[in-house]
DNA sequence: TCCAATATTATGC
DNA sequence: GCATAATATTGGA
């Protein structure tokens, strides 16, 4: 890379009923999604104007959370920057985004699915470094019997938003 | 290159 | 149910 830095990451806040979340976008899409922090916390959003094309995905980025939260799938989503992650991250994180609302997966069937079916622990840590949660349905896949795993930013979380999707 | 940690899973008691 | 071993991938020293 250059050493002029002409596309810095722009945060901006996505209100809803449950906290305000934190999306973060690059030059590419939307590149990370952060959970509500302490109430009161919006975090440092961009200052200044606001690119149109950002301005476009952080209007799909927000329908799309908000629908996610009411236990309905997003309709269109924002280009997704996910090249931060090692290949077998992505991987992991393209195969989360086939599972449909409602519908739950194991650890396991998510390693088996990828071809490495002893790999169980591997995705819960590819899972533990997605920066898009919600989008990137990591709350739909369980610890085999049908338990809860774990989650970043809260096992409530997960609980609700599997909740709300009814499964 | 080696070591320790992990949002797991299977097995044994 | 709880404790233990095994397995794949990652990040840091």
């Known amino acids: ?3 002029q830095q002409s596309a810095p990451p ?3 806040p996505i209100a809803t009923g449950a906290g305000t979340f934190i999306a973060t976008y690059s030059a590419s899409g ?3 999604l952060d959970f509500p922090a302490a109430p009161g916390t919006v975090g440092q959003t961009s200052a200044g104007p606001v690119p149109p094309e950002v301005f476009a995905w952080h209007d799909l980025t927000t329908r799309a959370v908000l629908a996610v939260l009411s236990g309905k799938p997003p309709a269109l989503l924002p280009p997704l920057d996910l090249t931060q992650g090692t290949a077998f991250q992505q991987d992991v994180w393209r195969e989360l985004q086939s599972i449909v609302a409602g519908q739950t997966r ?3 069937q998510i390693a088996a699915a990828l071809g490495r079916p002893k ?3 591997a995705v819960g840590s590819a899972c533990a470094a997605n ?3 919600l989008l990137v349905p990591c709350h739909r896949v369980l610890a085999a019997g049908g338990r809860l ?3 970043s930013g809260g096992l409530h979380w997960k609980r609700h938003l599997l909740q ?3 499964a």
């Open 1 to 3: 890379m250059q050493s």
């Open 10 to 12: 722009i945060r901006l």
């Open 30 to 32: 939307l590149a990370e």
């Open 106 to 108: 194991s650890y396991g």
């Open 119 to 121: 790999a169980c622990r």
């Open 131 to 133: 920066p898009l949660p």
């Open 149 to 151: 795993g774990g989650f």
């Open 164 to 166: 709300v999707e009814g």
